[in-house]
């Protein structure tokens, strides 16, 4: 622990990020700005459009006459000189990086283009033809679990589900009896994501002649992935030397899935003899990046009258995607540690299930685990109150841990170091915001207006026990492949002739002010100046100090690098004071750091000047104390033994530090719009001791703009062909100022006795807490229990709904049901022709090819019967679609059906149409109504843009019929290229 510090020390204090002018004003150093070769290859990916199909062919030949193409790299050429990748749970089939025989999700790489510029690999990405014998994919959870016939992996595997475990703790069967009241909630987390200002970069060269892989990229760790990304490689560890970039633009867990892309580049760059570059665009990072694992949960609670949890039965089932990449099934079982959360329950039970879908293998995302866990446990409380018609603040604090019981060891084994739960509701509960929420609650419900006001109170983990993902094993398979635990942070400090101290931690940045703290620490132990300590966050693991804990994520850096730095600062002190007491001629006991100085404590005239003592070892080792080392450096490994892997009653501390968060929110409703408007927010927090209190709101406000995105806009959609919907930001909704109001912030601090600063994390505790206080305050407000998030206008609509009948259109078409298809619209225009003549042009198919945008032929192959070719381009996608469309029920002069399909470049898709002349007000109008659906690489753009572009061009086309025009218009173009539709 931190003792008499001096009153003026850095640590605890408001210090401006030393990192934020370079930021700030466009001086840093991201991968994208990093320089390669000139004769480096650029890698381009050829992904898959399809979540579920064989390969049968892959025609790159045009591609590899493209000038500037340098070669063609499939799956089964990387194959040959690879690994499976490793995993967690053991498998039947083999994870590649690269698909080999089949396509297991949308956006999984096929093969990779290598060309002198991304523009040449760009280009030779539309000369690739692959065909595919498509198969009909699993999207969904309860779809994974409940099907016979359709699984993931159909050659090896006949089932969905990788892993089933059940564990038991106190005796919960006991309390889940008729004799006990019982409460139950169903929760399903969607899929969302980070989305860091900076994509994946990756730079890779291979050494021919040491054998060894360079890779530059702003992977993040965690480092227990080194082996993984090695063994695929078929290399030792030190046959791989991974360097990150200066800066990093964001990350948050993201990054680690950076994984596949530098196990391809390498291989790519072995057998190219060339360094090779990746930078990913926006576009792949949405589709084919990573994702925060989906969750169904189904919880119960048997509960007193009181509503005093006395047991908790948890079914969790993750969907991990295609395939269960390492570190998953990490998400699930990060949290069961501490199934309990922040309560006093005894007892528990547990399933556990991992199953697989058609989608983009998950991974870490801020609170990975936590935003899952706690929507279900925080929901299951809200509903407890609720069904016992209590105050949920009530029912909150009756089960809340209570400081005297502190160290606790909850049921599945965390050991919950510290804290004071009841002083911190009560500091939150005295807020001016908390006032101020109850009292708009009451004026909201007086003036007919939708308010709701929800609770969350949830355990933050920090510093991650490495071997916590273990308990997914059965303790007999870990017993044969050796027990797993604890965690290592790392942080080197030295100092100078002159005086500069410089540090380095095994810690990666991206954007959090890692070197702002270790510079504050350093100081506070020296008694310097900010200015005169160095950090450089750069890793390079042939180098650097570095365990498999090393890495960004986890709250790890506050309690164990800052930790570790504190450590290695405080052992150069204790050789520094030695060193100073020889020469003052006084014991190393009574010197004291302050100012710059250093001085006998007994008399403060016995002085060096601190940049004076540190020549000492430098200029002059001999004047030492006898057998004093000279060297002014230090590394510190730190760890905790606290830190042990799951026992054989799968007990599990699966952090070491445990921060406490309490959040009230209010929320009101735009019945008109459907609009829901956090009106005020109090968050409070136990995170030990700050170091920092400036840049720890900075965290807590970056998680609580992170947790309204997930509550209110940001989901992965996909559709039931397993086609990813969110593929643009018109699709992937992000939040902005107008949806983030700014949360007041409460602290208190109760230090933790296992980290050496008794500093806990921060970082994420929003991401678990705000969600579930949005929800319970949604829940409130419209006093319904099932709540999905995220919570966007149209789900909000359909809530206000639930008990209205629909009010159908009059002129709905009886014949047709549009609303089936995900693509559908109607219009009607003016006409300024007779309908004669508009019947003409209607069925003069020459003059119906100019009417279509984009069309390049067509022919009437049959008595209305019609094939052609149009060509488009939306955003980046481009290509070309044959289609045939059939024109039929014609009622001369009134009305008539068209049905079409279409397949090509871009992918296939259907649809149909009604054309009606109608008269009404002594004018005709031409209406139609139409559905359409479409899949394939079109897709990867995103639904809206998708709607958005059909909506364009079948409005033009049937304007230019009502107007008797072509389509061939300089206004139309422009209005497309705004949306990005070229024609």
Same mark, same amino acid.
């Given at each position: 622990m931190l003792e008499d510090q001096p009153i003026d020390c850095f640590i605890g204090n408001n210090i401006s990020r030393v990192e934020d002018d370079k930021l700030l004003n466009g001086k840093g150093q991201f991968g994208s700005d990093t320089p390669f070769k000139p004769d480096a290859l650029h890698a381009v990916v050829l992904r898959s459009e399809h979540a579920s199909g064989k390969i049968k062919r892959i025609d790159f030949s045009k591609a590899k006459k493209l000038k500037g193409v340098h070669s063609v790299i499939t799956g089964k050429d990387f194959s040959k000189i690879s690994n499976p990748l490793l995993s967690v749970i053991r498998t039947e089939f083999k994870t590649w990086c690269c698909a080999v025989d089949e396509v297991h999700y949308v956006g999984e790489p096929l093969a990779i283009i290598l060309a002198k510029s991304r523009y040449v690999g760009e280009d030779a990405l539309q000369l690739i033809d692959v065909e595919y014998s498509v198969n009909q994919p699993v999207v969904s959870i309860k779809e994974a679990i409940n099907t016979k016939t359709k699984f993931v992996h159909k050659k090896n595997f006949k089932s969905n589900v990788v892993s089933d475990r059940n564990f038991e703790y106190g005796n919960p069967n006991k309390f889940f009896t008729k004799s006990h009241k019982i409460v139950e909630v169903e929760i399903e987390y969607p899929r969302n994501s980070c989305t860091p200002l900076e994509g994946f970069v990756v730079h890779s060269e291979y050494d021919a002649a040491s054998g060894i892989y360079d890779v530059k990229s702003n !992977?993040?760790?965690?480092?227990?992935?080194?082996?993984?990304?090695?063994?695929?490689?078929?290399?030792?560890?030190?046959?791989?030397?991974l360097i990150s970039f200066e800066d990093s633009g964001g990350s948050f867990g993201i990054k680690q899935a950076i994984m596949p892309m530098i196990i391809l580049t390498c291989l790519a760059s072995k057998l190219s003899n060339k360094q090779v570059i990746w930078v990913e665009d926006r576009l792949e990072h949405l589709t084919a990046a990573s994702s925060a694992t989906g969750r169904l949960t189904k919880l119960r609670a048997s509960i007193n009258e009181k509503g005093l949890i006395e047991a908790l039965d948890y079914d969790q089932i993750d969907d991990v995607g295609a395939y269960p990449r390492a570190p998953e099934p990490a998400s699930l079982y990060r949290m069961h540690g501490n199934l309990s959360g922040a309560y006093k329950v005894k007892n528990i039970s547990c399933r556990n299930r991992v199953v697989l879908t058609n989608k983009t293998p998950s991974g870490l995302n801020r609170g990975f685990g936590g935003p899952q866990h706690y929507f279900a446990l925080e929901r299951l409380v809200h509903q407890i109150a609720v069904e016992?018609?209590?105050?949920?603040?009530?029912?909150?604090?009756? /089960?809340?841990l209570e400081k005297k019981q502190f160290p606790y060891k909850s049921p599945s084994g965390a050991l919950l170091d510290s804290g004071d739960f009841q002083k911190l509701i009560r500091k939150v509960v005295k807020s001016s915001t908390y006032k101020n929420i109850l009292k708009k609650k009451n004026n909201a419900i007086k003036n007919g207006k939708i308010y709701g006001i929800g609770y969350s109170a949830i355990i933050e983990p920090s510093i991650s026990n490495m071997g916590y993902v273990t308990t997914a094993l059965p303790y007999k398979d870990r017993e044969k492949t050796g027990h797993k635990g604890g965690a290592l942070a790392s942080t080197s400090v030295s100092i100078g002739p002159t005086?500069?101290?410089?540090?380095?931690?095994?810690?990666?940045?991206?954007?959090?002010?890692?070197?702002? +703290?270790?510079?504050?620490?350093?100081?506070?132990?020296?008694?310097?100046?900010?200015?005169?300590?160095?950090?450089?966050?750069?890793?390079?693991?042939?180098?650097?100090?570095?365990?498999?804990?090393?890495?960004?994520?986890?709250?790890?850096?506050?309690?164990?690098?800052?930790?570790?730095? !504190?450590?290695?600062?405080?052992?150069?002190?204790?050789?520094?004071?030695?060193?100073?007491?020889?020469?003052l001629n006084c014991k190393s006991e009574n010197i004291l750091f302050d100012k710059e100085k250093v001085y006998d404590k007994k008399n403060s005239d016995n002085y060096f000047n601190f940049k004076r003592l540190v020549g000492i070892p430098h200029w002059s080792p001999g004047n030492l104390p006898e057998k004093l080392n000279p060297s002014l450096k230090e590394t510190v490994f730190w760890g905790n033994e606290k830190l042990r892997p799951p026992n054989e009653k799968d007990e599990i501390n699966g952090s070491l530090a445990y921060g406490f968060v309490f959040d009230v929110c209010g929320i009101e409703i735009d019945p008109i719009?459907?609009?829901?408007?956090?009106?005020?927010?109090?968050?409070?927090?136990?995170?030990?001791?700050?170091?920092?209190?400036?840049?720890?709101?900075?965290? +807590?406000?970056?998680?609580?703009?992170?947790?309204?995105?997930?509550?209110?806009?940001?989901?992965?959609?996909?559709?039931?062909?397993?086609?990813?919907?969110?593929?643009?930001?018109?699709?992937?909704?992000?939040?902005?100022?107008?949806?983030?109001?700014?949360? %007041?912030?409460?602290?208190? %601090?109760?230090?933790?006795?296992?980290?050496?600063?008794?500093?806990?994390?921060?970082?994420?505790? $929003?991401c678990m807490s705000t969600p579930v206080a949005i929800a319970n305050a949604f829940s409130d407000a419209l006093k319904i229990k099932n709540v999905k998030l995220p919570l966007t206008?149209?789900?909000?609509?359909?809530?206000?709904? *639930?008990?209205? $009948?629909?009010?159908?259109?009059?002129?709905?078409?009886?014949? +047709?049901?549009?609303?089936?298809?995900?693509?559908?619209?109607?219009?009607?225009?003016? *006409?300024?022709?007779?309908? /004669?003549?508009?019947?003409?042009?209607?069925?003069?198919?020459?003059?119906?090819?100019?009417? +279509?945008?984009?069309?390049?032929? *067509?022919?009437?192959?049959?008595?209305?019967?019609? /094939?052609?070719?149009?060509?488009?381009?939306?955003?980046?996608?481009?290509?070309?679609?044959?289609?045939?469309?059939?024109?039929?029920?014609?009622?001369?002069?009134?009305?008539?059906?068209?049905?079409?399909?279409?397949?090509?470049?871009?992918?296939?898709?259907?649809?149909?149409?009604?054309?009606?002349?109608?008269?009404? /007000?002594?004018?005709?109008?031409?209406?139609?109504?139409?559905?359409?659906?479409?899949?394939?690489?079109?897709?990867?753009?995103?639904?809206?843009?998708i709607n958005s572009s059909v909506k364009l061009l079948v409005n033009q086309i049937f304007q230019s019929f009502?107007?008797?025009?072509?389509?061939?218009?300089?206004?139309?173009?422009?209005? !497309?290229?705004v949306f990005g539709i070229k024609i």
């Open positions: !992977f993040q760790g965690p480092f227990s992935l080194h082996s993984v990304l090695s063994r695929a490689l078929k290399v030792e560890e030190g046959k791989l030397r016992l018609n209590l105050n949920v603040l009530d029912v909150i604090k009756v /089960n809340l005086g500069s101290v410089y540090v380095t931690c095994d810690s990666l940045p991206q954007g959090q002010g890692h070197k702002t +703290i270790l510079s504050q620490i350093v100081a506070d132990v020296f008694g310097i100046k900010i200015n005169d300590v160095f950090v450089n966050t750069t890793h390079d693991t042939h180098k650097d100090a570095w365990s498999i804990a090393a890495g960004n994520y986890s709250s790890r850096f506050a309690g164990a690098v800052a930790g570790s730095a !504190f450590n290695a600062a405080n052992n150069l002190k204790k050789k520094l004071q030695k060193i100073a007491a020889s020469q719009t459907s609009k829901i408007r956090i009106d005020e927010y109090v968050t409070g927090h136990d995170a030990g001791k700050i170091i920092n209190p400036l840049l720890a709101n900075g965290q +807590i406000y970056g998680a609580y703009a992170h947790a309204v995105g997930a509550s209110l806009l940001e989901e992965f959609k996909y559709n039931d062909n397993g086609s990813f919907l969110s593929g643009s930001f018109q699709d992937y909704h992000l939040p902005s100022t107008y949806e983030v109001n700014e949360p %007041e912030i409460i602290h208190i %601090e109760t230090p933790s006795p296992f980290t050496p600063l008794g500093s806990k994390g921060v970082g994420e505790g $929003n206008n149209t789900k909000v609509h359909q809530y206000l709904n *639930l008990n209205k $009948n629909e009010i159908k259109p009059k002129h709905i078409n009886k014949h +047709i049901n549009f609303k089936s298809y995900p693509i559908n619209g109607s219009g009607e225009f003016e *006409l300024n022709i007779n309908q /004669n003549k508009l019947w003409g042009t209607i069925f003069d198919f020459k003059n119906l090819k100019t009417i +279509i945008p984009g069309c390049k032929s *067509l022919k009437e192959t049959t008595k209305n019967n019609l /094939n052609g070719i149009i060509e488009l381009s939306i955003g980046p996608v481009k290509g070309e679609y044959s289609f045939n469309v059939s024109i039929k029920k014609i009622k001369q002069n009134k009305s008539f059906e068209i049905a079409g399909n279409g397949q090509g470049e871009l992918g296939n898709g259907n649809g149909v149409a009604k054309i009606e002349i109608i008269n009404k /007000n002594k004018k005709s109008f031409l209406a139609y109504s139409y559905g359409a659906k479409v899949d394939g690489k079109i897709m990867i753009v995103g639904n809206r843009l009502a107007l008797n025009k072509s389509s061939n218009q300089t206004f139309l173009k422009k209005l !497309f290229r």
